[in-house]
T-cell receptor, first 111, second 110 residues
Framework: NAGVTQTPKFRILKIGQSMTLQCAQD?????MYWYRQDPGMGLKLIYY???????DKGEVPNGYNVSRSTTEDFPLRLELAAPSQTSVYFC??????????FGQGTRLTVV | DAKTTQPPSMDCAEGRAANLPCNHS???????VYWYRQIHSQGPQYIIH???NNETNEMASLIITEDRKSSTLILPHATLRDTAVYYC???????????FGKGTLLTVNP
């Protein structure tokens, strides 16, 4: 098992560009989450999904979009990147009310 | 989600037990208490969770009060590698939305 895999690990984006952060899990988990963590701050939930085809907003969804077409994948789309989206992004997955597994993060810088 | 309250920071001497408190007075009967930690800038790591009874695993023990309004995470023999931010979470509702508060920064000192 690879667990939760995030790609890329690092990315520098110019203002106004778009990109997709990839997240894949091989544990057949139904729940998946995206978080962002700004320097020195806690994790903020962006979007989450309770199963394929079902997504819902978290605490800070503006500027992001998600889709969940398969159980394994939960990509996060940034449209029109802004400096305020400079952050570390974490993806996580879990099976209902059990422990959540986190990826190693994607460090995104928007310049 | 039930709101949780944790002290912002705590210190512990290496080799001693670290006791991290969490208040969750609005918890409902079927909600679990989860503990995670985040070491520096790594992804958070699951530690333990419980509903009513005390729980123990290879990492820690979780003591939940009888009224379930508070809990304590115990690291029995803290090491320098246990220095991290510890989060107490009560994911509520049918959607199990997992949100993190500010947590407690535990610093283990030599």
């Amino acid at each position: 098992n690879a667990g939760v895999t995030q790609t890329p690990k690092f990315r520098i984006l110019k203002i106004g560009q778009s990109m997709t952060l990839q997240c894949a899990q091989d544990m057949n988990h139904n729940y998946m989450y995206w978080y962002r963590q700004d320097p020195g701050m806690g994790l903020k939930l962006i979007y989450y999904s309770v199963g394929a085809g079902i997504t819902d907003k978290g605490e800070v969804p503006n500027g992001y979009n998600v889709s969940r077409s398969t159980t394994e994948d939960f990509p996060l789309r940034l449209e029109l990147a802004a400096p305020s989206q400079t952050s570390v992004y974490f993806c996580a997955s879990s099976y209902m009310n059990t422990e959540a597994f986190f990826g190693q993060g994607t460090r995104l810088t928007v310049v | 989600d039930a709101k949780t309250t944790q002290p912002p920071s705590m210190d512990c001497a290496e080799g001693r037990a670290a006791n991290l408190p969490c208040n969750h007075s609005t918890i409902s009967g079927n909600e679990y208490v989860y503990w995670y930690r985040q070491i520096h800038s790594q992804g958070p790591q699951y530690i333990i969770h419980g509903l009513k009874n005390n729980e123990t695993n290879e990492m820690a023990s979780l003591i939940i009060t009888e009224d379930r309004k508070s809990s304590t995470l115990i690291l029995p023999h803290a090491t320098l590698r246990d220095t991290a931010v510890y989060y107490c979470i009560v994911p509520g509702g049918s959607n199990y939305k997992l949100t993190f508060g500010k947590g407690t920064l535990l610093t283990v000192n030599p």
